[in-house]
T-cell receptor, first 115, second 113 residues
């Protein structure tokens, strides 16, 4: 089954404790992206990757890191989480065959709470 | 600046009635436009997209959307609402500078039996 898998589903942590949210896709997609979803703000892009070893900042990259060492994986790293990073996070992927008119496939989300 | 707006935070519709979820955009040129749906505790799912051609686009679950260039709108519609259509709906358009999607704030659709 084609899917984007995120882990963990729920995460509670404390300020300053480094954490990683994993994302993996099995569709051989070149493009992957991380979003955060906050009430009333829709989805805001954190980082995206057009292919292996190619990453770019989105609209809200501060406080986050990513890496794309393999095509299927795109982990999101919070080196020193702060309470304002409490949010619902989504990973997404798509093919790049037709560019931006390709549809995105989303993971089920990670609800992060930073105390 | 390029933007997309969903003017209604919430839309309430009785089951069986037609529904409309509104989206307007501000993007130069001929935009691509998307609708996605988020069911409770799930990730977003693609519903439909407008690329070019026919202004009425048909998508998943009986939804359709009408592209109106003069009004810069891309409203989502369904002739007869189901309770199972209750969800959060997002409109999105690619930004011309880097081709990444700009998302509306989302509209919560509530279908009452």
């Amino acid at each position: 089954e084609a899917q984007v898998t995120q882990n963990p589903r729920y995460l509670i942590t404390v300020t300053g404790k480094k954490l990683t949210v994993t994302c993996s896709q099995n569709m051989n997609h070149e493009y992957m992206s991380w979003y955060r979803q906050d009430p009333g703000l829709g989805l805001r892009q954190i980082y995206y990757s057009m292919n292996v070893e190619v990453t770019d900042k989105g609209d809200v990259p501060e406080g986050y890191k990513v890496s794309r060492k393999e095509k299927r994986n795109f982990p999101l790293i919070l080196e020193s989480p702060s309470p304002n990073q409490t949010s619902l996070y989504f990973c997404a992927s798509r093919a790049t065959g037709s560019g931006t008119n390709e549809k995105l496939f989303f993971g089920s989300g990670t609800q992060l709470s930073v105390l | 600046a390029q933007s997309v707006a969903q003017p209604e935070d919430q839309v309430n519709v009785a089951e069986g009635n037609p529904l409309t979820v509104k989206c307007t955009y501000s993007v130069s040129g001929n935009p691509y436009l998307f609708w996605y749906v988020q069911y409770p505790n799930r990730g977003l799912q693609f519903l439909l997209k407008y690329i070019t051609g026919d202004n009425l686009v048909k998508g998943s679950y009986g939804f359709e959307a009408e592209f109106n260039k003069s009004q810069t709108s891309f409203h989502l519609k369904k002739p007869s609402a189901l309770v199972s259509d209750s969800a959060l709906y997002f409109c999105a358009v690619p930004r011309r500078s880097n081709y990444q999607l700009i998302w509306g704030a989302g509209t919560k659709l509530i279908i009452k039996p």
